[in-house]
């Protein structure tokens, strides 16, 4: 990956010269944020042809999630949400490929792939949108689109085929040397287009590919995704927020922000969700309210890691509030915030669950003691000698004491607020078998061990007496 400071080829040689030697996040911010008198200096000192070639540098102007990465990759995905700049990352990067330092000359690619969901999609955004191919190029770089052929013959003679996801077979015997694949988790035969694609990308000494969409649960995102060779950028809408309106941005937010289709078409996230998972993407997202009401008891439940350094796995902290008013049947609980806290000595996570009671007013503090035994009240007592805490010890594996949880969400009786996304992240991977995340499910362990506390536990007191009166 080029740095900041190099133009692309065929730029000229004063621009590389006056360019600054490093960037907070690219030039553009380099200059914005300059004093007036250094961003006047600066233009005044390039030439008519560097200030010519400016607006075509991209390296100067765009993002870090729109260069590509580092390194002997083949497939880069760019993870975007709604207007976050992976169409113009995707189109820069062709010029990239296709370019010479002169614009006759050969550049790294002389046959080009560019696949979208259907031809028309494919003309109307990745070569005549307003970010893409034609609209990127210089004048004397600019390609020619031949509309009988379907695809863009560049001055040096490198050619780009457009192709659509309708029909994979058309992939079938053309070979390149670098392809362009958009939206890719809304194309209509993914697999087989994706392979069909894969088959011909064999000419040079290293093809590759850029995949630019925004994140879909699909089987070939996840698989392609997967591939030591992938290397993936993530952004978010906000990313690219000075060249979006600022009342879409507002109005986008305030009506999706904490929910599914946020996290997916706004912040760029792949959610994932494991087949047979204890909770569903949609039920959580069902279960989303903007306020928690009156509430009878709230807990913070606590589950340690077995060590405490940069490499250990996280701290599980996690609000839950509840009313328990009447029969069990009728009490509810409210899962109030993750305070879960990643690589912290034991001090410090103690010092996070104490700071979470303070903020929510809990009444309790539940620690699971299987890992570290007295010493896991005693790190705790060093923060707090009075804190209300309640050892529990773990008899059953995580999922299953998981699945009574579990139940009490499918029976609408537990609630979220919103912000609790990397908790919903691990409750989809949690499966009656185990868990199908990385690492330990922490998080959900200290959400078991709060609901448990509020609901489970008192609901099994509340019976016997009656079980015995009867």
């Known amino acids: 990956m080029k740095s900041v400071s190099e133009p692309k080829p065929g730029a000229s040689a004063d621009t590389r010269s006056t360019l600054p030697k490093r960037a907070p996040r690219s030039g553009a911010d380099w ?5 007036p008198k250094q961003r006047e200096a600066f233009l005044n000192e390039l030439s008519e042809g560097a200030l010519l070639a400016l607006p075509y540098l991209f390296e100067f102007w765009a993002m870090p999630h729109q260069l ?21 990352a995707g189109a820069e990067w062709v010029r990239a490929q296709v370019e010479g330092a002169r614009p006759l000359d050969q550049g790294r690619a002389r046959r080009v792939a560019l696949v979208g969901e259907t031809i028309e999609q494919a003309r109307e955004v990745m070569v005549f949108g307003e970010s893409g191919i034609l609209a990127c190029s210089p004048p ?13 013959v560049w001055p040096n003679g490198a050619v780009a085929q457009l192709y659509s996801a309708h029909d994979p077979e058309r992939l079938r015997g053309p070979q390149f040397d670098a392809a362009w694949a958009d939206e890719l988790a809304k194309w209509p035969k993914a697999e087989a287009t994706w392979d ?40 978010a809408t906000e990313a690219n927020r ?8 507002a109005e986008v937010r305030a009506r999706y922000a904490g929910t599914r289709l946020g996290r997916q078409e706004l912040d760029g996230v792949l959610l994932d969700q494991a087949e047979g998972a204890l909770w569903s993407l949609s039920g959580l997202d069902a279960a989303r309210v903007a306020e928690a ?25 996690v609000v839950v509030g509840a009313t328990v008013e009447g029969p069990p049947q009728d009490w509810r609980a409210v899962v109030l915030e993750d ?3 990643a690589g912290a000595a034991p001090a410090a996570w103690a010092e996070a669950a104490i700071a979470a009671m303070e903020r929510h007013g809990a009444e309790r503090l539940v620690a699971e003691v299987n890992q570290g035994g007295d010493l896991v009240e005693s790190v705790i007592r060093q923060i707090d000698p009075l804190v209300p805490f309640r050892a529990v010890r773990a008899a059953r594996g995580k999922a299953a004491r998981a699945e009574p949880v579990a139940a009490l969400y499918e029976q609408g009786r537990v609630k979220h607020l919103q912000g609790l996304d990397a908790l919903e992240d691990q409750m989809c991977r949690m499966t009656a078998q185990g868990f199908e995340g990385r690492g330990s499910p922490d998080r959900v362990d200290a959400l078991v061990w709060a609901i448990h506390e509020l609901m489970i536990a008192p609901a099994a007191r509340w019976r016997r007496p009656r079980l015995r009166e009867l």
């Not at 004397?140 to 863009?152: H, I, S």
């Open 68 to 88: 590509p990465p580092e390194g002997p990759w083949r497939t880069w995905v760019i993870l975007g949400g709604r207007g976050a700049g992976k169409t113009r």
């Open 293 to 317: 009401g009156p509430l009878d008891r709230v807990v913070v439940a606590v589950d340690p890691p077995v060590t405490g350094n940069k490499t250990s796995d996280e701290c599980g902290i």
């Open 31 to 35: 200059i914005a944020s300059a004093p």
């Open 339 to 341: 305070a879960s806290v």
């Open 242 to 249: 000075a060249h979006l309106a600022a009342s879409f941005l």
């Open 140 to 152: 004397d770089r600019r390609p020619t689109w031949e509309a009988t052929r379907r695809r863009l």
């Open 196 to 235: 069909m694609l894969q088959f011909g990308l064999r000419l040079g000494p290293y093809p590759r590919q850029c995949v630019t969409t925004t994140p879909r649960n699909v089987a070939v995102l996840r698989d392609i995704l997967a591939q030591p060779s992938t290397v993936a950028r993530h952004a």
